[in-house]
C-alpha cells in the first residue's frame, strides 16, 4: 500500500484511473489511484443523483452535466434508450472529452450493473499535482490523495 508520498511519482500528463467518492465541497477523496497507458476517451462513471428532462442534464458526483441531443445512451444491455428512461440511483458512466476551457463533454451513456457498493471512478488525465496539500486535478476534479489511497501503476 502506498502513501501520499507516491504522488511524487505521477506527472502531470498521465492518464490515471481514481476511484473514489465525491466529497461535500466538490472535491473527490481518492480510494485507489491507477496510471493507465493509452489515449482512452475521459470517463466519469457514478450514481446518478438527480435528473433534469427539460435540459438532458443529469447530477453525478455533485455536478450537473449535459446529456445532449448527440450523446448515445445505451442500458445493461447495450441497446439505444431514451433520455426518459433513466432513472435517480442508476449507476452511469460517461465517456467523453475534457478541456480546462469546456469541462466534460459526455459523447456516450451506458448503464452499468451495480456492484454492491458506492465507489465511483474518474479516468483522464493529470492536469496538475500538489504533493503539499496530497491533491491532483483530473477532469476538473481537485482529488484528495490521502495516506489511506493506493498508488500503483507508476
Known sequence: MADVLGLTHLKV???VK?????GANGDFRALEVNVKPGDEPAVMEG???ALNPENRTIRLMNRDIPL???????NIHRQPIDFSELQVGDLIKLKGDYSETEGFIPKKAKLQ???GFDIEELQGYIQRI???TGT??????QVVVDADAEIEGF
Open 113 to 115: 450493473i451495480f456492484k
Open 47 to 49: 450514481k446518478i443523483q
Open 136 to 141: 491532483l486535478d483530473v477532469l476538473g476534479f
Open 68 to 74: 445532449g441531443d448527440h450523446v448515445e445512451i445505451k
Open 130 to 132: 500538489d504533493p503539499e
Open 13 to 15: 500528463g498521465q492518464r
Open 18 to 22: 481514481i476511484k473514489g467518492n465525491p
